[in-house]
């Protein structure tokens, strides 16, 4: 299984309910390294180049609004398959959809405030993470455990 990094972010929403350290602590407890964090405040112009292929949607307006209305916390996650495996721990976009065990399954009802964003692929993972990291804002470290967390590729 391939190491893979992969754009999470805590969203306005998750941050405004003290959700921060929940959520970081179930990418941790599955495994996860985050190599990369920061809190920031997402603009207009980075909302739509994150989210550059729903900015012709009619929910984008509404979107924006939402992503850019207060602070969030990004992070890189990193780790075998690390993007479907955050997929997973997400649960699906609509929280009254997401399967109890998952985030957006635990604590959201919503489709729109819903969370958490986790990149869905490869090409999204290494086009959403220069958006937010420098390469020296991530960092390699802390191999020690990782024979006991997953087999060698
Ligand atoms: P994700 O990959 O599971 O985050 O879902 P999508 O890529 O389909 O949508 C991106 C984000 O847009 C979602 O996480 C929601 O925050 C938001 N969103 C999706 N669908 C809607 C919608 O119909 N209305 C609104 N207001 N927001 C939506
Ligand atoms: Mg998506």
């Known amino acids: 299984m391939a190491l893979e990094r992969t754009l999470i972010l805590v969203k306005p929403d998750a941050v405004q309910r003290r959700l921060t350290g929940e959520i970081l602590s179930r990418l941790e407890r599955k495994g ?8 920031l405040r ?3 112009e980075l909302s739509r180049q994150h989210y550059a292929e729903h900015v012709e949607r009619p929910f984008y307006p509404d979107l924006e609004q939402f992503i850019t209305s207060g602070p969030v916390v990004a992070l890189c996650a990193e780790g075998p398959g690390a993007i479907a495996v955050c997929r997973t721990l997400m ?3 609509n929280g009254r959809e997401a399967a109890p065990g998952t985030i ?5 009802q919503s489709r729109s405030m819903n969370l958490i964003h986790g ?4 090409e999204a993972a290494a086009r959403e993470l220069p958006l937010y990291f420098r390469d020296e804002e991530l ?3 802390d191999k020690l455990i990782e024979p006991v967390l997953y087999e060698a590729a």
């Not at 996860?32 to 809190?39: A, N, S, W």
């Not at 990149?119 to 490869?122: C, F, N, R």
């Open 32 to 39: 996860l390294k985050i190599v990369g964090l920061k809190m």
């Open 42 to 44: 997402i603009t207009p």
């Open 91 to 93: 649960g699906a976009t």
């Open 104 to 108: 957006r399954g635990d604590y959201g």
């Open 119 to 122: 990149s869905d692929g490869p």
């Open 139 to 141: 960092f390699d470290f």
